[in-house]
């Protein structure tokens, strides 16, 4: 069983349709599995983007617990892609998601997917939106937004960024946030042109949107 995070920088939600801010916790795997966004990183990106998460659809990639996908949620985001490829994580993420899912009041389209995210970006938008519709007979829509936070060494950004634009999954102006180490840097392909960048202690957020856009 996940236990619960007690940190304030770790696994509460922030202020929002909820009003939870310190009061709610979500789930966490235990030991080293999962590198939560610090709660400072995240009040920073949701104070970022403020209004333009509402009706929204998001695409959470390496989601770890789903604290992300659980804080766009609170804040209005109408469609949701939450992917974790490991299982014990996937678990707790899916769970998250769905107990937020369940306390607020807009209708919210959410899909949690147990996948590698390469490999699921690979097989392209086409795909994954024929079996979505097929399964729950919902419409999708390409990705306004893609949070990419993988393990740190792992490098996966360059192919995460070059695999949204081969599958077709994001509209021309979606904006790509990749959370990475300052220390460790990231490699970015040409097909996205950077419009910002910032920085929290050794953590860096680098927005991105499509090159033809």
């Not at 304030?8 to 939870?20: A, D, E, H, K, V």
């Not at 998601?97 to 996948?115: K, L, R």
């Not at 097929?134 to 490098?155: M, S």
């Amino acid at each position: 069983m996940a236990g619960l995070v007690k940190e304030r920088n770790s696994n509460f939600i922030l202020t929002g349709q909820l009003r939870l801010t310190n009061g709610r916790r979500l789930r966490s795997p235990h030991g080293q599995l999962v590198r939560p966004t610090t709660w400072r990183v995240r009040e920073a990106l949701m104070n970022i983007l403020r209004e333009r998460i509402k009706n929204s659809n998001w695409l959470d990639l390496y989601s770890g617990s789903g604290i992300i996908s659980c804080e766009v949620m609170e804040r209005g985001a109408r469609q949701l892609l939450s992917v974790e490829f490991n299982r014990k994580v996937y678990e707790t993420c899916r769970l998250n998601i769905e107990s937020i899912n369940q306390q607020i009041d807009t209708q919210i389209f959410v899909n949690t997917i147990n996948a590698e995210a390469i490999k699921l970006l690979k097989s392209g938008y086409k795909k994954y939106s024929t079996k979505t519709y097929q399964k729950l007979g919902k419409e999708t829509k390409r990705f306004d937004f893609v949070y990419i936070d993988p393990p740190y060494n792992h490098g996966n950004y360059f192919q995460s960024l070059n695999n949204l634009i081969d599958g077709d999954w994001v509209s021309n102006n979606c904006m790509a946030i990749c959370e990475f180490s300052i220390s460790n840097g990231i490699n970015l392909p040409d097909r996205w042109q950077v419009k910002d960048q910032k920085k929290y202690g050794d953590t860096g957020l680098i927005f991105l949107t499509p090159s033809q856009a």
